[in-house]
């Protein structure tokens, strides 16, 4: 993609996930219905949260897939993959690749969440507009592409989706989807979201990076750790993102039990020490 490319808030609407994300936000009103409100939904809610949102999105996609900042054995690749895609956040494919040119041009014009653009353009409008980065997403993701697997994955993300909502409305009804489909969703998309637009916007800088990414502490609770986002734009491939000690990075933790019980491998840190000498 060439630096004269653009991709701001005139690019044309994309209908299709104009309705997606109008379907999914307005379903999830219906916790609101008399008899939704009830304590084991809401649990569930929370524990997909951590699974779809913490080990699947920021665990799977970001750190592992993405930057690819530590190695697991494949059969564990694969469980956080598809963990991830219960996000349903698109493919995995597009989700990785779109993530990587969003590194390769922070806060330019092909950035596909450009925060130059604006809260809301970087927040979600980006995703409501046909972006001409996604053209760009075979290019950047060729690791994935290839692998059967991450096609199924990329392809079938939203039949998975109902499968997993067939489930839960055998296990529990219709509260049991609500919460556990509709409400989660929302909750995992902003909170993902936030990672684009608030970490751009608010909290501080402890790198001169050369784009406008800050450490914003109350995104990186409601992230599992990623809202130490300035620090991870100075070192991308880190698989730690809080880098003092009162930047809590509950991602960091996950990775380094995964370093115990052997499953983490070639975990990389030596960035993360620079930062630490400075």
Same mark, same amino acid.
């Given at each position: ?7 701001? /808030?005139?690019?044309? =609407?994309?209908?299709?996930? !104009? ?14 219905? /008399? ?5 084991? *939904? !809401? ?17 799977? #996609? ?6 690819? +900042? ?6 564990? &690749? ?8 219960? $996000?349903? @956040? ?40 046909? !972006? %001409? *980065? @996604?053209?760009?997403?075979? =290019? ?5 592409? %290839? ?12 039949? !998975? @989706? ?20 509709? #409400? ?51 070192? @991308?491939? +880190? $698989? ?6 009162? &930047? ?22 030596? &960035? ?7």
């Amino acid at each position: 993609m060439t630096a004269t490319s653009t991709q701001t /808030p005139k690019a044309s =609407r994309d209908w299709i996930n !104009i309705v997606y994300m109008a379907v999914i936000h307005l379903s999830a009103l219906s916790v609101l219905l /008399p008899g939704n409100f009830n304590g084991w *939904a !809401i649990g569930l809610a929370f524990l997909l949260h951590w699974i779809t949102g913490g080990l699947g999105i920021t665990l799977g #996609f970001h750190r592992l897939l993405t930057h690819r +900042s530590f190695q697991v054995p494949k059969w564990l &690749e694969y469980t956080l993959a598809f963990c991830g895609t219960l $996000a349903c @956040q698109g493919g995995v494919i597009d989700w990785v690749g779109l993530h990587r040119l969003h590194h390769l041009h922070s806060d330019e014009l092909p950035d596909p969440h450009d925060s130059h653009q604006g809260f809301w353009w970087s927040h979600m409008g980006w995703m409501l507009h046909k !972006i %001409s *980065a @996604q053209a760009e997403v075979p =290019r950047f993701t060729k690791d994935l592409g %290839s692998d059967p697997v991450y096609r199924f994955l990329q392809n079938y993300f939203i039949p !998975i @989706q109902v499968v997993l909502g067939l489930g839960l409305y055998w296990a529990g009804g219709w509260s049991f989807v609500a919460w556990g489909i509709f #409400f989660r969703l929302v909750a995992v998309f902003h909170c993902t979201w936030l990672v684009n637009s608030a970490t751009h916007q608010f909290g501080y800088r402890t790198y001169e990076t050369a784009d406008r990414s800050t450490n914003c502490w109350w995104v990186a609770v409601l992230t599992y750790g990623e809202g130490w986002h300035n620090n991870h734009h100075a070192f @991308q491939h +880190s $698989a730690r993102h809080g880098l003092q000690w009162w &930047e809590v990075d509950l991602t960091w933790m996950t990775i380094q039990v995964l370093q115990t019980l052997g499953l983490a491998q070639k975990v990389k840190l030596a &960035e993360v020490k620079v930062a630490e000498k400075e």
